[in-house]
């Protein structure tokens, strides 16, 4: 099942931070998170497994909580190159198919 | 750049046509996954492809086969084309499947089906 992302759009101000949220109705092993600018490819930004190891970018963080199912990206001093639909993946069988939700897009505005 | 290269990057098709599409997978990369996002959607999961096999299909129907070629490159082909196929198909590609690991995406590849 598609996981559901919070909120569907958010703007900003540069600095200003923001929040993004991801649940799911099923045991999680992974959660991937990805930025797409329109027109281009999903740019990888940040791997949270079960356990709580992370891998990614380091102005980006995350959390991951495992009895929720829920995930959540922390965007802190957004900058113009923020903007974006952000995306959450979810692996429920640990093979790698992931499983996305329908985005939320970020606007920063100078 | 991910090194991940996707061909063509934009084709244009009419009902009941055919099409194949090609990935080439970063270096050092033995699985490729393919997706469809259709506008304003994230992207789906098509299927999957590990040394040179399936592995792991999502709701799509047989219509949309693949293949993996010993170097890790892919192919994704689609018979008998509809409208709704329209869309941007992108390819990624990851270390090992059957674990945890992070998926590079190409620029893909925009079908318009006419």
């Known amino acids: 099942q598609q996981p559901v992302q919070s909120p569907q759009a958010v703007i900003l101000r540069e600095g200003e931070d923001a929040v993004i949220n991801c649940s799911s109705s099923?045991?999680?092993?992974?959660v991937h998170w990805y930025r797409q600018k329109h027109g281009e490819a999903p740019v990888f930004l940040m791997i949270?497994?079960?356990?709580?190891e992370q891998k990614g970018h380091e102005k980006i963080s995350a959390s991951f909580n495992e009895k929720k199912q829920q995930s959540s990206l922390y965007l802190t001093a957004s900058q113009l190159s923020y903007s974006g639909t952000y995306f959450c993946?979810?692996?429920?069988?640990?093979?790698?198919?992931?499983?996305f939700g329908q985005g939320t897009e970020l606007s920063v505005k100078p | 750049e991910t090194g991940v290269t996707q061909s063509p990057t934009h084709l244009i098709k009419t009902r009941g046509q055919q099409v194949t599409l090609r990935c080439s997978s970063q270096?050092?990369?033995?699985?490729v996954s393919w997706y469809q996002q259709a506008l304003g959607q994230g992207p789906q999961f098509i299927f999957q492809?590990?040394?040179?096999?399936?592995?792991g299909r999502g709701n799509f129907p047989p219509r949309f086969s693949g293949l993996q070629f010993p170097n890790y490159s892919s192919e994704l082909n689609v018979t008998a084309l509809e409208r709704d196929d329209s869309a941007l198909y992108l390819c990624?590609?990851?270390?090992?499947?059957?674990?945890?690991?992070?998926?590079?995406f190409g620029p893909g590849t925009r079908l318009t089906v006419l």
């Open positions: 993946g979810t692996d429920s069988n640990q093979g790698g198919k992931l499983i």
């Open positions: 949270l497994l079960k356990g709580g």
């Open positions: 099923k045991a999680l092993y992974s």
């Open positions: 270096s050092g990369h033995n699985t």
């Open positions: 990624a590609s990851s270390q090992l499947a059957g674990r945890i690991d992070t998926q590079y």
């Open positions: 492809y590990y040394r040179e096999e399936e592995n």
